[in-house]
C-alpha cells in the first residue's frame, strides 16, 4: 500500500512523504485493514523497528483533523517519552480545521498535579505513572481523551511497570467506554487474551524490516539457526570482543549485553584498545570531543573520567548507574554512529531505541540484588534481539548468544534461539503493588461500595485471566488496613476516602509510606535534626531501591546509627531479635548518610569512593528523597505540624541543590550549582546582594565561572555594568564558538 492511497489528510501525506515514507510496511498495511483508522481497538504485535509508532501516528492524526478528538500516548519510561514526543512534533505544522496548528506535550513529572496546562494540547505524551497521577487528580481535560496509545504493552508481565499500565488502561475504558486502544507490542505468545481483554482485534507478525539472523557463538564460530555458520578471526581471548570488533571492522555497530554492571564496565575497558586500533583520524576527533562533553557534563568523577577514556577509543558502557547527563551523551553518540561498541545492562533492551548491526548476549543470566544470578525469560532475550540492524544502514542485524561449551551452545539453541516468549501475566495481585491501587479508586471517587471496588477490578487483565474472586481477600484485607489507619471511613455500605486518605493518594506513594511519616511526625525524637527527617523519608517503601550496606560496611554504618539513636524518629529493631528488620534499618541509615553527605557538599567522587554508589543510584535517591519530603511537608500541613513544615521545605531545597544551608539563596540562580556555589561564597559573594555590586571582571577570574557564567549572572539579578565591558565578552565568546566549530 502506497502512502498516497491512505485515507488520511493530504496534508499529513505531505509530511510522511517529506520523510521519506512512501509505501507502508506489510504490518503496518495489516494494522490499516485490521481497522486502526477506522477507529478499532487493536493490539498491534511485531518486531521492533516494523513499523508500529507510524501507526499510532496515522491514528493520532485522524483523530485530531476529523474528529475533534485529543490523543494520549503511554510509555513505561521518561526517555521513551522524550523519544516519542521528538518524533511526534514533525506534524506541529499542520493545520486543523480551526486554523490552529497539531500541538504536541509532554508530562513526565509532578505526581501532585492534575496539569491544567495539557489541554491544549492535541497529543500529551507521559509515563504510565504520571498518567495513573493524572487519574487520581481527576484532570477533567482527560474526559476528552479519544485516542489512547500504549507503547511496550507487554512490560504488564513486568512486576513493577506492569499493574500501573494494567490500572491505567482499565480506569480509562471505564470512564471513557468510547475511547479508541491501541497497544503496541513487540512479539508476545498471548496477543489474542491481552486484545480479548481490550476488545479488541490484533496484528502479529514476525516481518522486519531487516533480516534478523539469530544464533549461538562458541569460540570463533556462529552457528545461526537457519543451519548456516561462519568463522571470525580470533584477536582477542574474549569471542564477544572478537565478534564485536568484526562488525566494526565491516562498517557496523555492536551492542553487547553483559549481566550486571561491573561486567559492562569491564567489556568495556577490555574492548576499547582493540577498537581503538582501527579508527580513522577524523573519527577520533569527533570522539575526542564526546569525551570532552562528558566531562564538563556534571561533577567531574572516576567514573565519567574512565568514560570519557573509553569514549575516545568509540567504546562506551551504559546502564542505570550512569547519570541522565552521560547516558543521554552516549545514546546520541551511539544513534550518531561515532560510538562503534556499548556494552550494557539488559534494562536498556526495555528502555530507548538503539539498534545496532550485531547484538551479542555475553551472558543469558542476569543479576538481581537479593535474588542472585537467573536465566533472562525467552521474551527478554527477544527484546534483545529486536535492537539487531539498522534500518537505512544495515541489510542484515545478527543476534547472538555467547556459548562457554558445545553444551551449553544446544541448550541455548534450544531454550532461547528456537524457543517461544513466555505468556504475559498480569502482576496486579501483590499486596504492596495493589494497596496504593485500592485506596485510589475510593479517593479519586471511582467506586463508593466494596461491589463497585471489585467492578472496578474485575475490568483488570488480572481479573480477565483469573476471576476477581481470586483477589477478593486481599482487596478485603487492604480496606481493612485502610480503614485501621483512618484512610478510609464507612457509612453503611458506602465507603468514602478521609482527607488523610485522599491527599495520600493524590500524593502517589504507598499508604504505608504514609503510614510511617504521620507517625513519625508525631513522635518527636529527643533531637530532631536534618538527619531524623532523612532516615524518616528512607524508613519507607517508596525509598526504591534502597542502599544496601556492604559487609564490609556493617559495622561502620552500625556505629553511625549508635551515635545517633537519639535522633531517629521510628523505632530501632533490635539487632539479635529482629535480624532482617535490623538489617533492613542498616540500609535506611546508610541512604540516610549518603543524602546528609550529599546536603553537606561531599563531592559525587568522595559519595561514590566512600559509599560504593554509582551516580545514577545517587541522582535516583535524591529524586526519591525530594519527593518523600515534599510528602512529608504536606502531611505536616494536613497534620498541622507546624515545626516540621519549614524543615522539611529547606531541606527539600538542599536535597535538591546538594548544598548547605548558606548556599541556598546563590544556587537559585541558573548556571550556579554546588560547586560554583561554593566558589562564591569562599571569594565572599555570600548574598544575592554581594553579587549585584560585584564588578564583572571580578567574577569572570574566579575558578569555573568565567565570562559566560559571569554575565548569566549579571543578567538575572541586574547591577551596573559597562556597555563596552558587555560587547568585549560577546566578542570573545562569538570567537571562541567560531574557533570551536571549525576545530
Not at 534481539?385 to 544446544?410: H, N, Q
Not at 481493612?480 to 484512610?487: C, D, H, Q, S, V
Not at 535517591?621 to 524543615?647: C, D, M, R
Amino acid at each position: 500500500m502506497k502512502t498516497t492511497d491512505l485515507l488520511i489528510p493530504e496534508s499529513v501525506k505531505e509530511v510522511l512523504i517529506k520523510s521519506g515514507i512512501v509505501e507502508l510496511y506489510p504490518p503496518q498495511e495489516e494494522a490499516i485493514k485490521a481497522g486502526a483508522l477506522d477507529g478499532r481497538n487493536l493490539v498491534l504485535a511485531s518486531p521492533t523497528a516494523s513499523g508500529k509508532t507510524l501507526i499510532a501516528e496515522l491514528c493520532a492524526l485522524k483523530h485530531i483533523l476529523e474528529k475533534d478528538g485529543k490523543v494520549l500516548y503511554l510509555t513505561p519510561l521518561r526517555a521513551l517519552a522524550s523519544e516519542k514526543y521528538e518524533e511526534f512534533k514533525k506534524y506541529s505544522a499542520i493545520t486543523k480545521s480551526d486554523g490552529k496548528r497539531i500541538s504536541v506535550g509532554i508530562s513526565t513529572g509532578d505526581y501532585d498535579s492534575s496539569d491544567p496546562w495539557l489541554e491544549r494540547y492535541d497529543i500529551i505524551v507521559a509515563t504510565n505513572e504520571k498518567v495513573d497521577s493524572l487519574l487520581r487528580h481527576k484532570a477533567k481535560w482527560m474526559d476528552d481523551i479519544s485516542l489512547v496509545v500504549a507503547d511496550e504493552v507487554h512490560l504488564l508481565n513486568e512486576m513493577e511497570r506492569g499493574p500501573t499500565l494494567e490500572v491505567v488502561l482499565a480506569r480509562l475504558m471505564q470512564t471513557n467506554p468510547d475511547i479508541q486502544v491501541l497497544a503496541l507490542s513487540a512479539t508476545i505468545n498471548n496477543v489474542e487474551e491481552i486484545a480479548s481483554w481490550l476488545k479488541a482485534g490484533f496484528v502479529t507478525t514476525e516481518w522486519r524490516p531487516i533480516t534478523l539472523k539469530e544464533g549461538t557463538l562458541l569460540n570463533n564460530e556462529i552457528q545461526f539457526k537457519d543451519g548456516d555458520a561462519r568463522k571470525i578471526e580470533r584477536e582477542a581471548k574474549n569471542p564477544a570482543i572478537n565478534l564485536a570488533l568484526n562488525t566494526v571492522k565491516s562498517g557496523g555497530q555492536a551492542l553487547i549485553f553483559a549481566s550486571t554492571r561491573k561486567n559492562s564496565v569491564t567489556l568495556a575497558k577490555k574492548t576499547a584498545p582493540k577498537i581503538g586500533e582501527v579508527l580513522s583520524k577524523p573519527m577520533k576527533r569527533a570522539l575526542e570531543r564526546e569525551a570532552e562533553r562528558i566531562l564538563t557534563t556534571g561533577e567531574k568523577t572516576r567514573i565519567s573520567e574512565l568514560l570519557a577514556e573509553l569514549v575516545k577509543c568509540g567504546v562506551a558502557f551504559h546502564h542505570a548507574g550512569l547519570g541522565g547527563g552521560h547516558r543521554k551523551i552516549i545514546e546520541d553518540a551511539f544513534r550518531g554512529g561515532k560510538i562503534k561498541v556499548l556494552t550494557a545492562t539488559p534494562t536498556l533492551a526495555f528502555g530507548v531505541n538503539l539498534p545496532a548491526r550485531t547484538v551479542i548476549i555475553h551472558d543469558y543470566r542476569r543479576y538481581e540484588p537479593g535474588y542472585g544470578y537467573y536465566p533472562i525469560s525467552v521474551l527478554e532475550y527477544k527484546q534483545m534481539c529486536g535492537r539487531a540492524g539498522r534500518p537505512k544502514y544495515d541489510k542484515i542485524g545478527e543476534a547472538v548468544l555467547v556459548a562457554r561449551t558445545a553444551d551449553e551452545a544446544d541448550y541455548l539453541m534450544e531454550s532461547y534461539v528456537l524457543a517461544k516468549p513466555e505468556r504475559i501475566w498480569s502482576r496486579l495481585a501483590v499486596e504492596r503493588i495493589l494497596r496504593s491501587h485500592v485506596l485510589a479508586t475510593v479517593a479519586a471517587d471511582y467506586a463508593h461500595t466494596e461491589a463497585g471496588i471489585y467492578d472496578f477490578f474485575g475490568r483488570t487483565f488480572y481479573a480477565y485471566q483469573y476471576d476477581v474472586a481470586a483477589i477478593k481477600n486481599m482487596i478485603a484485607k487492604i480496606l481493612r488496613f485502610l480503614y485501621e489507619e483512618e484512610m478510609i471511613d464507612v457509612s453503611g455500605a458506602n465507603i468514602y476516602a478521609t482527607k488523610f486518605g485522599k491527599r495520600v493518594s493524590e500524593l502517589y506513594i504507598d499508604p504505608v509510606s504514609a503510614v510511617v511519616i504521620r507517625n513519625a511526625l508525631r513522635q518527636k525524637p529527643a533531637h530532631l535534626t536534618d538527619f531524623s527527617l532523612l532516615h524518616m523519608i528512607a524508613h519507607t517503601p517508596d525509598m526504591r531501591p534502597m542502599l544496601r550496606p556492604y559487609s564490609s560496611e556493617l559495622d561502620k554504618v552500625a556505629v553511625f546509627m549508635e551515635e545517633r539513636i537519639d535522633e531517629f524518629m521510628t523505632p530501632v529493631p533490635s539487632e539479635w531479635e529482629d535480624r532482617i528488620g535490623y538489617e533492613q534499618f542498616l540500609g535506611e541509615v546508610k541512604t540516610a548518610m549518603v543524602l546528609k553527605a550529599w546536603i553537606e557538599e561531599t563531592s559525587e567522587d568522595e559519595i561514590i569512593e566512600k559509599f560504593h554508589v554509582q551516580p545514577g543510584d545517587l541522582y535516583r535517591t535524591i529524586e526519591n528523597a525530594k519527593w518523600l519530603l515534599y510528602t512529608s511537608h504536606e502531611l505536616a500541613v494536613l497534620f498541622g505540624n507546624k515545626e516540621i513544615q519549614p524543615l522539611t521545605l529547606e531541606l527539600m531545597e538542599r536535597v535538591d541543590k546538594g548544598v548547605k544551608k548558606e548556599l541556598l539563596p546563590l544556587v537559585k540562580l541558573e548556571g550556579v550549582g554546588r560547586i560554583r556555589g561554593r566558589i562564591l561564597y569562599n571569594a565572599g559573594y555570600t548574598t544575592i546582594d554581594d553579587l549585584k555590586h560585584a564588578q564583572l571582571e571580578d567574577l569572570m577570574k574566579l575558578p569555573l565561572i568565567g565570562p559566560k557564567i559571569a554575565k548569566k549572572i549579571k543578567e538575572q539579578i541586574g547591577g551596573f555594568v559597562k556597555k563596552e565591558t558587555w560587547e568585549k565578552i560577546e566578542k570573545e565568546e562569538e570567537w571562541k564558538q567560531k574557533a570551536l566549530t571549525e576545530y
